[in-house]
């Protein structure tokens, strides 16, 4: 089983829409979680962190955590073309271990 | 945010010399550096991860004499590729962490290498 799980997609969604973007991870003790974008020739951009249990929002981004079912989301509202990338998921344990999931593509269509 | 930078941004070399390419923490000071390959369409590959003034800890699979690495500051860590074959060839990206920042990890803008 991997550490993290991700749908590699693709994922299509109008312009205007929600995109949504899930995330499964194994290790019950896992501590912090993170959503990064990735545009194509591109490194990764930290754009989401959640710590705890719930709903945090920035901007049109909603991170969702759920530690009882081990389940991390990604809500990106009013999609815009300049959303379309690769989204990764990403989980870090105790100390510096951080696991990456291997990604979602997304296209926001115009 | 937190900056990381990367230097060179690309590099052509011809096979059989060695790269070196430098990560630097520009506005905190990195406790943990992580050193990630990526080949086209392919997601992230850990290569190794490094504390400042201790050895590097090398991913199953990835040759840590081929791959020096070097964490000499809180704020530097050098990746050599010795000894550079075509199938070398990748975007190398680096990123540090530090508790500071609880635990983010802050990507590098990545060095393209092309080994002729």
């Known amino acids: 089983q991997k550490e993290v799980e991700q749908n590699s997609g693709p994922l299509s969604v109008p312009e205007g829409a929600i995109a949504s973007l899930n995330c499964t991870y194994s290790?019950?003790?896992?501590?912090?979680f993170f959503w990064y974008r990735q545009y194509s020739g591109k490194s990764p951009e930290l754009i989401m962190s959640?710590?705890?249990?719930g709903d945090k929002e920035d901007g049109r981004f909603t991170a969702q955590l759920n530690k009882a079912s081990q389940y991390v989301s990604l809500l990106i509202r009013d999609s815009q073309p300049s959303d379309s990338a690769t989204y990764l998921c990403a989980v870090r344990r105790t100390g510096n271990q951080f696991y990456f999931g291997t990604g979602t593509s997304l296209t926001v269509i115009p | 945010g937190a900056v990381v930078s990367q230097h060179p941004s690309w590099v052509i070399c011809k096979s059989g010399t060695s790269v070196k390419i430098e990560c630097r923490s520009l506005d905190f000071q990195a406790t943990t550096m992580f050193w990630y390959r990526q080949f086209p369409k392919q997601s992230l590959m850990l290569m190794a991860t490094?504390?400042?003034?201790?050895?590097?800890?090398?991913e199953q699979g990835v040759e840590k004499d081929k791959f020096l690495i070097n964490h000499a500051s809180l704020t530097l860590s050098t990746l050599t590729v010795t000894s550079a074959h075509p199938e070398d060839s990748s975007f190398y990206i680096c990123s540090a962490s530090t508790s500071g920042r609880l635990n983010e990890q802050f990507f590098g803008p990545g060095t393209r290498l092309t080994v002729l």
């Open positions: 290790d019950r003790v896992s501590q912090s």
């Open positions: 490094s504390n400042e003034g201790s050895k590097a800890t090398y």
């Open positions: 959640i710590y705890s249990n």
